[in-house]
């Protein structure tokens, strides 16, 4: 069955500092991943995804996620963080059990201090 | 510009009661996902649809249940609310294709049940 792992509930970094939110991932065939953003009562918003080929993936807002086969894992990052960049991220696989769906991890949330 | 949109934002219900959650896409997409989000628990698939008159359960489906009378709408109506259904639901959309396509998410509502 296909899963994702979000390793750290909380990660903590100062302004102008680069980020990683980590992310490994569990599937039985070709790994779709994605990464969404959500900020306090709002929805979960986009970031970027995975589906082949290059292994550095660029995103929105600066993001970008490499993607690396043989660790199973998808982490986010971010060369320089931002104060507004604080919000709880979200890693996510296809779901092959129930077609496009995705199946998520708990989160983690990225706090951001100036 | 296309959206989705969810009503009522928030819902304070009594246990026992049928409670509908509305979600409407101006995508045009053919699918369309509900999804609960909990702490600790990341989101989880509910129900979700690939088309008019389609429906499936997802991973926590007992309790709720879906119909699909048009391309736009997909409401989520609980038979009989009970505490544990108390949550925030999202509904998103993804046009059809073999997975690989963004999943667009609504605001969610936040539902207390009582």
């Known amino acids: 069955a296909q899963s994702v792992a979000q390793p750290e509930d909380q990660v903590n970094v100062a302004e102008g500092n680069p980020l990683t939110v980590k992310c490994t991932y569990s599937v039985s065939g070709n790994p779709y991943l994605f990464w969404y953003v959500q900020y306090p009562n709002r929805g979960l918003q986009f970031l970027l995804k995975?589906?082949?080929?290059?292994?550095l993936v660029k995103g929105s807002y600066g993001f970008e996620a490499e993607f690396n086969k043989s660790q199973t894992s998808f982490h986010l990052k971010k060369p320089s963080a931002l104060v507004s960049d604080s919000a709880l991220y979200f890693c996510a696989v296809r779901d092959d059990q129930a077609g496009t769906a995705l199946i998520f991890g708990k989160g983690t949330t990225l706090s951001v201090s100036s | 510009d296309a959206e989705i949109t969810q009503s009522p934002r928030h819902k304070i219900t009594e246990t026992g009661r049928q409670v509908t959650l509305a979600c409407h896409q101006t995508?045009?997409?053919?699918?369309m996902f509900w999804y609960r989000q909990d702490l600790g628990h990341g989101l989880r698939l509910i129900h979700y649809?690939?088309?008019?008159?389609?429906?499936n359960k997802g991973e926590v489906s007992d309790g709720y249940s879906v119909s699909r009378s048009n391309t736009e709408d997909l409401p989520l109506t609980l038979e009989s609310a009970a505490s544990s259904q108390t949550s925030v639901y999202f509904c998103a959309s993804s046009s059809r294709s073999g997975g690989t396509d963004t999943q667009y998410f609504g605001p969610g509502t936040r539902l207390t049940v009582l």
């Open positions: 995975y589906i082949t080929g290059d292994n």
């Open positions: 649809s690939y088309g008019v008159q389609d429906t």
């Open positions: 995508w045009n997409h053919n699918n």
